[in-house]
């Protein structure tokens, strides 16, 4: 493969020194890139908007039922805490609704 100069053993007859611009070049361009990124993400992260956390709404009544939407975390002993209905109850009234796995969004009897 050697004969063919397909491989490149050494550097040549002229060494590495044409190669050291380029190879400074690319190395100072890409540290100059990583601290500009540094900067440019401190600086987003400094002026971004506060965070606003969801207000968690009353149950929904409606027709004399009482149902209650799930939030993202919500958990069916949270649930119980909040509304003051017990574990149990809410599991007698909703058979369909699996205890280790909410989704949100969906509704929750109550009553």
Do not use: Q
Request: aromatic fraction near 8%; glycine fraction near 10%; hydrophobic fraction near 50%.
């Amino acid at each position: 493969m050697e004969r063919l100069g397909l491989v490149a053993t050494t550097f040549g007859a002229r060494g590495w020194r044409p190669y050291a611009g380029p190879v400074a070049f690319l190395l100072a361009a890409t540290v100059a890139i990583g601290f500009a990124r540094v900067e440019l993400r401190g600086h987003a992260r400094a002026a971004a908007p506060p965070v606003r956390h969801a207000v968690h709404k009353a149950p929904v009544h409606r027709r004399g039922h009482a149902l209650y939407v799930v939030r993202a975390g919500d958990t069916l002993f949270g649930i119980s805490s909040k509304t003051g209905v017990p574990t149990v109850k809410l599991v007698a009234l909703n058979p369909k609704v699996s205890p280790t796995a909410l989704f949100i969004g969906e509704k929750i009897h109550l009553r």
